[in-house]
């Protein structure tokens, strides 16, 4: 419900708060008087295009504020899906800079303009003329009739089903997608993994293999080098250790006269012990050291597989290459097991293709059995209207799955006695779309938890007793739903429970729109203008007391 409205500097209005009551709020005044303006304020609050030329001062940001108590909602998953905080009391604030640039925000919590819409659209329910066209959307009208017959949950369940078994058909299009292309690779990726197989990287050692063709194709020259070591080492006539053994014997024959000689003694006996060590280990490798051309071919061999491999799989070495071969491994692996899975994925989507298709069977029996009342009811609040000759007709077809089920709905409509019911669009003229309408809405209002509704002119082309029968429904609807109505009908401003007055007011340097609630008095006045013009009859005033006093006002005098 519609607590607060604040509209500063917007169009010819520089400041407005309208306080609505919990009932219906009927609101009048001159044509241009600023009620359209109002409503193009209220539509910016809801995520309508903002455009800065709009504003009444242009020095200045335009301000569109609403304040909703929406405690009877139930709006709290909304909030938790656009990340937002709940809260009973609900602000929506809309900024437009002179610079052209907007900003929404819920509850002072800056949101895009998509949030501010879903939000909005779940407080507001702004119908205008325009908004009629909507009743003859197929889709529309389908909403309607489940609204009206109570299957919202059914068609929940319904659309849960659905999606499941749209998305395990896109899966299993995407695997069928997958199974194609990998066939196609299969024999490719299967001659690249036999390759890698056959190479047998698992314990090899690109390095070592590396060194030793090294050492086969240098044997001779590291044969050589190593004797001639040997010489200097151990072997030679002035060798290393020879050398060395002297000196030991020297430093031996004074290390009792110090410790430093002693120190020097066996740190030269160290040495010994590791040139003799080194000389020994020499010696084994060129006893070791012999070339084999046979074996340099079978280690070049070995190592043009690899270098071959990594050139083909563009990496630097064997680690590389194990992961490449196990990452194909895998993908021919996985071509094989994915026929399984598509096996597997075809029964579950039959199966929820079935589970849908019964809950759509089920909705549509549903939806066909609630036409006959829908039509009735429909026709019974017509005729009440004005419109005794009316007849409406739901026409159905069943076509395939989609969201909303298995039924292609139309409604038809005449409002002439012996003529064939059309589609609205074709039938319905701009005052018969607005009353069929507002009977759709008050066939709704005890279905569904309806926001705020604001109808704009709803009593277009009726006047007399039909007038005062739209106020008198309209009345019932705000039992439950508040209502916000413009009007130009004196009927349906005494049919108010608060009556606003919208007027211009002009001053020095510029003529300004203002919003007034008026009492009882003021409201006698106002409707015996809107009965007689300008200059109002006593007459006029008594109709006007008269219209009030079928609403139940105690008047006075």
Not at 392 to 403: K, N, S, Y
Request: charged content about 25%; overall charge negative.
């Amino acid at each position: 419900m519609l607590v607060d409205l604040r509209i500063r500097n917007y169009a010819l209005i520089e400041q407005l708060e309208l306080r609505p009551s919990a009932l219906l709020n009927i609101i009048t005044g001159e044509t241009g008087a600023g009620k359209s303006i109002m409503l193009g304020a209220i539509g910016l609050l809801l995520g309508n295009r903002a455009d800065s030329r709009m504003l009444f001062d242009t020095e200045k940001k335009c301000v569109i504020e609403g304040q909703f108590d929406i405690s009877s909602y139930q709006l709290q998953d909304i909030f938790e899906s656009e990340d937002l905080d709940y809260d009973t009391q609900c602000i929506l604030r809309r900024e437009i800079s002179p610079a052209g640039k907007s900003r929404a925000f819920v509850n002072d919590t800056p949101v895009t303009l998509e949030t501010l819409r879903h939000i909005g659209a779940n407080l507001m329910d702004i119908h205008s003329q325009h908004d009629t066209l909507l009743l003859g959307d197929a889709v529309f009208q389908l909403n309607l009739l489940d609204l009206y017959a109570g299957l919202i949950p059914a068609r929940g369940q319904y659309s849960s089903a659905y999606r499941q078994y749209r998305k395990l058909e896109a899966d299993l299009k995407s695997l069928e997608d997958q199974v194609a292309k990998a066939n196609k690779e299969l024999d490719y990726h299967s001659f690249l993994l036999n390759e890698l197989e056959e190479a047998r990287l698992d314990n090899e050692q690109q390095d070592e293999l590396e060194q030793e063709v090294k050492q086969l194709e240098h044997a001779e020259e590291i044969k050589f080098k190593l004797t001639n070591a040997l010489q200097s080492l151990s072997e030679g006539e002035y060798c290393a250790s020879s050398s060395l053994k002297d000196a030991a014997i020297l430093l031996g024959q004074i290390a009792p006269y110090a410790d430093t000689f002693r120190d020097l003694k066996e740190r030269l006996d160290s040495c010994l012990i590791e040139i003799n060590d080194i000389a020994a280990e020499a010696e084994a490798a060129e006893r070791r050291t012999e070339g084999d051309p046979a074996r340099i071919d079978e280690l070049q061999s070995r190592l043009n597989v690899i270098y071959n491999l990594q050139r083909k799989h563009q990496v630097r070495d064997i680690v590389a290459l194990l992961t490449v071969r196990d990452e194909l491994r895998d993908k021919v692996g996985s071509v094989l097991n994915l026929d399984k899975q598509i096996s597997r994925l075809r029964r579950d989507a039959e199966g929820a293709l079935a589970t849908a298709t019964k809950l759509a069977t089920r909705l549509s029996e549903s939806r066909r059995k609630s036409f006959p009342k829908f039509e009735k009811e429909l026709v019974a609040l017509l005729a009440d209207l004005g419109m005794p000759n009316s007849r409406i007709v739901v026409q159905h077809q069943a076509g395939p799955l989609t969201a909303s089920g298995m039924d292609v709905i139309s409604i038809l409509f005449t409002a002439n006695k012996g003529a064939q019911p059309q589609t609205l669009s074709k039938a319905a003229s701009g005052g018969e779309f607005s009353r069929l309408m507002l009977c759709i809405k008050y066939m709704l209002a005890d279905k569904t938890a309806l926001p705020t509704i604001v109808f704009d002119e709803i009593d277009t082309g009726i006047s007399g007793e039909i007038a005062v029968k739209v106020g008198r429904m309209m009345q019932q609807m705000a039992q439950k739903h508040q209502l916000i109505a413009i009007s130009h009908l004196p009927q349906m401003a005494a049919a108010g429970d608060t009556h606003y007055f919208v007027y211009k007011q002009d001053r020095a340097d510029r003529t300004v729109s203002c919003i007034k609630m008026l009492n009882l008095d003021e409201r006698i006045s106002e409707i015996a203008h809107m009965i007689a013009g300008a200059n109002p009859s006593q007459h006029a005033f008594q109709s006007a007391r008269e219209l009030l006093a079928m609403r139940g006002e105690e008047l006075v005098g």
